[in-house]
């Protein structure tokens, strides 16, 4: 077996994963929403102390598996360093304590493994990420084999939705209570522009979107904000949608996935099935349970680095804020 730790933001967690079936045997996430959502929005060293706390606690009731685990590990990139520090160094310390060989794995490829937990890898893969700290399209040909083809120049899809909620006053985290309020509005009420539309640059952009609806909501009555919310996410989408299908024109997808926190959005999915139809391709999602940051498809990436011997030397174990895909 193989225990994991996830500590990248606002979630700690621990799973302990059966390698040779790739059963998740045990899974316990404690979120720290309520804490931060007094400040509308992750408190760095807020999180890191209340992973202090969580962690140990989490980890105590591992304790009828350390026995057969076989290895440990843990996201080390990207992340909040001083939450990142947290997770290593608890790491660090069951290694020592029980003899265990490390393994470091990327926060965004645990992502992508987030559609593979307790089910076999299905590679290659064309891979949309969107979530709070990330929006990016990502050809994945294997676990060693990982090109990122287009990404976003300033705010993440799913920062958009937290900092438009946080525009109406409505809390942390946005993207549920915009998604929730926007099933009651008018999509077409609000005509902001589509980002990047005029231009062929495969990339993305929601600063000028976002602004746009700071416009609007300072004009609005709390009774309008139901129509900017499903404005909004229908023009959010839209922008992703247009990119997508101009990359398609000359890398059309065979098997495409959504995954991160923001892919648990239904209209989002929605969008992309439809937009999937034309060229037959399998749409693989990850359950809704796994989209956010957790720990079991942290441990599900180590079950095959651990069979391609990807180990970390414990002097060597680090912590680095930003992605290398």
């Given at each position: 077996?193989i225990l994991s730790?996830?500590?990248?933001?606002?979630?700690?967690?621990?799973?302990?994963?059966?390698?040779?079936?790739?059963?998740?045997?045990?899974?316990?996430?404690?979120?720290?929403?309520?804490?931060?959502?007094?400040?509308?929005?992750?408190?760095?060293?807020?999180?890191?102390?209340?992973?202090?706390?969580?962690?140990?606690?989490?980890?105590?009731?591992?304790?009828?598996?350390?026995?057969?685990?076989?290895?440990?590990?843990?996201?080390?990139?990207?992340?909040?360093?001083?939450?990142?520090?947290?997770?290593?160094?608890?790491?660090?310390?069951?290694?020592?304590?029980?003899?265990?060989?490390?393994?470091?794995?990327?926060?965004?490829?645990?992502?992508?493994?987030?559609?593979?937990?307790?089910?076999?890898?299905?590679?290659?893969?064309?891979?949309?990420?969107?979530?709070?700290?990330?929006?990016?399209?990502?050809?994945?040909?294997?676990?060693?084999?990982?090109?990122?083809?287009?990404?976003s120049m300033?705010?993440?899809?799913?920062?958009?939705?937290?900092?438009?909620?946080?525009?109406?006053?409505?809390?942390?985290?946005?993207?549920?209570?915009?998604?929730?309020?926007?099933?009651?509005?008018?999509?077409?009420?609000?005509?902001?522009?589509?980002?990047?539309?005029?231009?062929?640059?495969?990339?993305?952009?929601?600063?000028?979107?976002?602004?746009?609806?700071?416009?609007?909501?300072?004009?609005?009555?709390?009774?309008?904000?139901?129509?900017?919310?499903?404005?909004?996410?229908?023009?959010?989408?839209?922008?992703?949608?247009?990119?997508?299908?101009?990359?398609?024109?000359?890398?059309?997808?065979?098997?495409?996935?959504?995954?991160?926190?923001?892919?648990?959005?239904?209209?989002?999915?929605?969008?992309?099935?439809?937009?999937?139809?034309?060229?037959?391709?399998?749409?693989?999602?990850?359950?809704?349970?796994?989209?956010?940051?957790?720990?079991?498809?942290?441990?599900?990436?180590?079950?095959?680095?651990?069979?391609?011997?990807?180990?970390?030397?414990?002097?060597?174990?680090?912590?680095?804020?930003?992605?290398?895909?």
């Amino acid at each position: 077996m193989i225990l994991s730790i996830e500590s990248s933001c606002d979630d700690s967690a621990i799973a302990i994963t059966e390698i040779a079936t790739n059963r998740l045997l045990f899974h316990k996430k404690i979120s720290q929403e309520l804490q931060h959502s007094l400040y509308g929005g992750v408190v760095p060293e807020l999180a890191a102390r209340l992973h202090a706390e969580a962690l140990p606690k989490i980890l105590e009731q591992c304790e009828p598996y350390f026995q057969d685990i076989k290895a440990v590990a843990v996201t080390t990139s990207p992340g909040l360093a001083v939450t990142l520090i947290e997770g290593v160094t608890l790491a660090k310390a069951v290694s020592v304590a029980l003899h265990l060989p490390l393994i470091a794995v990327n926060h965004l490829v645990g992502h992508i493994y987030s559609l593979f937990i307790e089910k076999e890898t299905v590679f290659p893969l064309t891979v949309l990420l969107v979530s709070g700290g990330h929006t990016q399209v990502m050809e994945v040909k294997s676990l060693q084999e990982i090109t990122t083809v287009a990404k976003s120049m300033d705010d993440s899809f799913g920062e958009s939705f937290d900092k438009v909620a946080k525009m109406m006053g409505l809390g942390y985290p946005g993207g549920p209570v915009i998604e929730q309020l926007a099933k009651e509005g008018d999509r077409e009420r609000y005509n902001f522009t589509v980002p990047l539309l005029k231009t062929p640059k495969l990339a993305f952009s929601y600063s000028g979107l976002k602004n746009a609806v700071r416009l609007a909501v300072e004009k609005a009555e709390e009774k309008d904000y139901k129509d900017i919310a499903a404005s909004f996410e229908h023009i959010a989408t839209k922008h992703l949608l247009h990119k997508l299908k101009k990359y398609f024109q000359t890398n059309p997808p065979k098997n495409f996935a959504i995954v991160g926190g923001a892919s648990a959005n239904l209209y989002l999915r929605k969008q992309i099935q439809e937009l999937l139809k034309p060229y037959g391709a399998k749409l693989l999602l990850s359950d809704l349970q796994y989209c956010s940051d957790n720990a079991a498809m942290i441990g599900r990436a180590a079950v095959d680095m651990y069979k391609n011997n990807m180990f970390c030397p414990l002097e060597e174990l680090d912590i680095a804020t930003k992605s290398s895909i």
